[in-house]
């Protein structure tokens, strides 16, 4: 017998902007909505947080060169 398969859906997109710092207002100029703009959280390391049209949220994250 074979075990059921649990699909959860596809991995959450990343990708690694040069600085975070300028997409919020890029993906506001796209439609979204800035929930939490960026802010350093500790250590240098940078994140923000926008909703889309589609009331997906979406984080942004930047860690410091290493």
């Known amino acids: 017998m ?9 991995p959450p997109a990343r990708s690694a902007p040069a600085d975070i710092r300028g997409r919020p207002d890029a993906l506001r100029e796209a439609g979204a909505e800035v929930v939490r703009d960026v ?3 500790g ?4 994140t923000a947080f926008v909703q889309d049209a589609d009331g ?7 860690d410091p060169p290493a």
Request: charged fraction near 15%.
């Open 2 to 10: 074979g075990s059921p398969t649990t699909s959860v859906g596809p």
């Open 39 to 41: 802010r350093d959280v």
């Open 56 to 62: 997906n949220q979406v984080g942004l994250l930047q």
């Open 43 to 46: 250590n240098g390391r940078l």
